[in-house]
């Protein structure tokens, strides 16, 4: 099984993910799916049957304020970037996190590199799955690559200026 | 000058270790070379025609002593014992190898210096009017809020991988001299009825392939509110701008295409949930950012003496009076005046300054202007704070050090990129057809009678040599294969900023020189007593440039 870095270990990962073309609710595999958001959308009702096996992913450039009322009770959110160049993701994290309040495992998945494995956790994703071309033992360093910061984010919501005057 | 504490240190050596670590992967080959793009980029390294370039940060401008002898050692041990001066007030190694580049990060690290996101699709260092502190036209010294945009943009985990570069310019002084209309954000410190500073935020300027003059998206952003503010433009930016086409990703595209009005509403909508943040500034922050930007301690100097004994100077050397007249500019406080290092000497690339002269640079700085530099975006340097009653000795020890070119704000002060002798993306070469120019107009008599002209060339669209703003510019461009000129005239930067248009068909390089001297012919046969080659142009448009340029010889 996939394997899979989740609250700074290694784990096995035991969620199927469902590709975009490949969901109707009838095909689903059986046990803990990630389905697309618009097969979500669409049968929400169905789905919701199931929880806590469902969790929903979306591409980086949907409007996260479309789960804003199903937070509470997804257990997993997966954002997908397509290239590792698209930051669209990193925002997406934030909303879902700060906006809508989801407390759930929050995943990146898709094309990112090990190198933003640090920015995304700031972003408040805890779950990641990366491209098996990585040793995920190795790319644990990576999570690290900062333990100080000038902004605060998801993980350290003071900025620096704001310690700094709690310090001084 | 700001000065780090050991937060500050902390992130920067943990930037080193993780930057070594990178190269060290990408040696090994787990990183590809597409991967590491972004990453050597947000670095300030590329890879150019002949060795990597790497970019070093020079936040708004500004340098020490201490700084100024280590990038002597590091041109002497790493490169070809010089650098060069950026058009965005960077410092730049033109022939560092790629294994060395972590050991000269390390290097730097130890004097408060880094390459972070000089480069990328991130936020960008972040510039300033090079007289920040001493102008005498500023409302107030834009340097502190210039210091926490570069904390809060330094690693920001949201903004590291936006569609395009973005690039903030601060300005407190109506005489824009950081450029900020022609930035994808610009920030104009006001002071309100009230007599409270803020924020006038411009948004969506910028040169480059579409150049565009920013549009105001907000009159008055009150200062606690500066970082929410740049945060909602931010996020805005990233979930919104173009993706798809690398040509229409800059800021600009996307406010122009949303138009300036509904591109405001969206922003204010989204700072609405995010204004009363933790990230929202404090009275107490502001006042620590400003701690580090207190006067020198100043001599009190009779203004009216010094002015005697100078005026004494002038009279006997007419070369010391030309180099008063073009290379000091004025200072705040009575009794003291800036000085401009022209580092445009002809025969020189401009902006570019070598080991020998850095370390003369940072002496004379410690003995004239309290250990600081600045780096200006026309090239040149900057001592910010020199005694009026010091100006004639300086002069004497910046002559032979090729310091003194009279030449600052005249046609030979020519900005110029790097152009096709260096890098990769150029069309035509750049530094030759400055070098032509200026040993052509080597008459200082006859440049003075110019005036105030700016010549600016770039060696292809991307601009960073800011010819759309030049009065006049020189694009390279490629003609199958071959470099041409393309000439435009009317550029400005500044409070009236206005865009170039072109004057026709592009021409060879060893045409460019003669075509200059057509178009400053025409200024000087229609110009009105004492106008500015600008002011002609606006007042007769570009065809007598075009009809004496094209002119068939008979
Ligand atoms: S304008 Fe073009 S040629 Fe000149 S430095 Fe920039 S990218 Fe290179």
Known sequence: MRKLIKDGAVVTDDWQFVDADHGTVDALPVGKVIVPLALWLENKAELSKHLPKVGVWLNGEEDTAQLHDDVAQLPLIAVNFPVFTDGRGFSAGRLLRERHGFSGELRAVGNFLRDQLCYLRRCGFNAFSLNEKYDPQAALASLGDFSEYYQGAVDEPLPLFRRRALTS | ?554
């Open chain 2, 1 to 554: 000058m700001y000065v780090y504490d050991e937060h500050d240190h902390k992130i920067l050596s943990e930037r080193v270790a993780q930057f070594r670590g990178q190269v060290d992967r990408y040696l090994e080959g787990e990183i590809s070379d597409e991967e590491f793009l972004p990453l050597r980029l947000q670095n300030g390294l590329y890879i150019q025609r002949l060795a990597p370039m790497l970019r070093i940060a020079v936040p708004y401008g500004m340098l020490t002593s201490v700084q100024l002898r280590k990038l002597a050692s590091i041109a002497r041990d790493y490169d070809k014992g010089y650098c060069h001066v950026s058009t965005r007030q960077n410092i730049q190694f033109n022939w560092p190898s790629l294994e060395d580049v972590p050991d000269i990060l390390a290097e730097l690290a130890t004097v408060q210096m880094h390459a972070i996101q000089t480069s990328g699709n991130c936020i960008r260092n972040t510039t300033t009017d090079q007289f920040a502190g001493i102008a005498p036209d500023e409302i107030v010294d834009p340097r502190p809020y210039c210091e926490i945009i570069r904390q809060w943009s330094t690693f920001h985990p949201e903004f590291a991988f936006l569609p395009r570069k973005f690039k903030i310019a601060v300005t407190a002084s109506l005489d824009d001299r950081a450029a900020v209309q022609v930035h994808d954000i610009g920030l104009q410190i006001v002071k309100n009825d009230a007599g409270t500073v803020g924020f006038r935020v411009l948004v969506g300027g910028g040169l480059g392939r579409t150049p565009v003059i920013g549009s105001v998206i907000r009159e008055f952003l009150p200062e606690e509110d500066l970082l929410t503010y740049l945060d909602a433009i931010l996020r805005i930016y990233n979930q919104f701008g173009r993706r798809d086409n690398k040509f229409k990703a800059r800021i600009k595209i996307l406010v122009r295409a949303m138009g300036p009005e509904v591109f405001a509403e969206k922003v204010e909508e989204e700072w609405q949930h995010i204004k009363n943040s933790p990230a929202r500034l404090t009275g107490e922050e502001i006042d620590r950012a400003k701690s580090f930007f207190t006067a020198p301690p100043y001599r009190q100097i009779d203004d009216a003496a010094v002015s005697a004994a100078l005026q004494k100077h002038t009279d006997e050397e007419l070369a010391f009076s030309r180099w008063l007249n073009r290379n000091v500019q004025p200072h705040k406080v009575p009794g003291y005046a800036a000085v401009t290092l022209s580092l445009k000497p002809a025969g020189v690339s401009p902006g570019d300054i070598t080991d020998k002269q850095l370390e003369l640079l940072a002496d004379l700085a410690d003995q004239y202007s309290f250990g600081e530099v600045r780096t200006t975006h026309e090239q040149n340097i900057v001592l910010g704070d020199v005694a009026k009653s010091d100006l004639y000795d300086l002069w004497k020890v910046l002559k032979p050090a090729g310091f003194a070119t009279p030449n600052i704000g005249t046609l030979t002060d020519i900005i110029c990129c790097p152009g096709g002798d260096y890098c990769s993306l150029a069309n035509a070469k750049s530094i030759p057809v400055a070098e032509a120019i200026q040993r052509h107009f080597n008459d200082l008599d006859y440049l003075y009678d110019l005036g105030d002209l700016d010549l600016n060339i770039s060696g292809c669209m991307n601009a960073c040599g800011h010819h759309h703003v030049g009065h006049i510019g020189v694009l390279g461009v490629d003609k199958k294969g071959e470099e041409f000129y393309q000439i435009q005239l009317g550029g400005n930067a500044g409070e009236h900023s206005s865009l170039g248009n072109v004057l026709g068909p592009s021409f060879g390089r060893d045409e460019v020189t003669d075509v200059v001297q057509k178009i400053v012919d025409v200024y000087v046969q229609s110009r009105n007593p004492d106008e500015q080659f600008i002011d002609t142009y606006r007042r007769i448009g570009i065809d007598p440039f075009k009809e004496r340029v094209y002119a068939k010889a008979d």
